[in-house]
């Protein structure tokens, strides 16, 4: 039973930070290569990061780089966001997916998704 658990979403200031959990159970998160979604409301679901299997080569999309960081606890299981300088448009729903194959032009996620953790950047 694969099982992937957001945490850490909240109510942010413009320019504070957050950090979100992915809890991983039923797959080895370092086996996958792991990446963040967010979808904001009317808005279509987009690619915001991802680590490869191997934890070596991250991805993140033109809006947040800089500002945000992918990573990965190998003894806990579990891969992290590092969100820095939030903005209002970073206000989202932001997921979890195992399996995302991010090579060139390839942007394809994986077969695994956690409910979503709701991130507000507001005053």
């Known amino acids: 039973q694969v099982q992937l658990v957001e945490s850490g979403g909240g109510l942010v200031q413009p320019g504070g930070s957050l950090r979100l959990s992915c809890a991983a159970s039923g797959i080895i998160a370092s086996n996958n290569g792991m990446g963040w979604y967010r979808q904001a409301p009317g808005k279509p679901r987009e690619l915001v990061a991802t680590?490869?299997?191997?934890?070596?080569?991250?991805y993140y999309a033109d809006s947040v780089k800089g500002r945000f960081t992918i990573s990965r606890d190998n003894a806990k299981n579990t891969v992290y966001l590092q969100m820095s300088s939030l903005k209002p448009e970073d206000t989202a729903v932001y997921y979890c997916?195992?399996?995302?194959?991010?090579?060139?032009?390839?942007?394809?996620?994986?077969?695994?998704w956690g409910k979503g953790t709701l991130v507000t950047v507001s005053s």
């Open positions: 680590i490869t299997n191997g934890g070596s080569t991250n």
């Open positions: 997916n195992a399996g995302v194959v991010v090579a060139g032009p390839i942007r394809r996620s994986g077969n695994y």
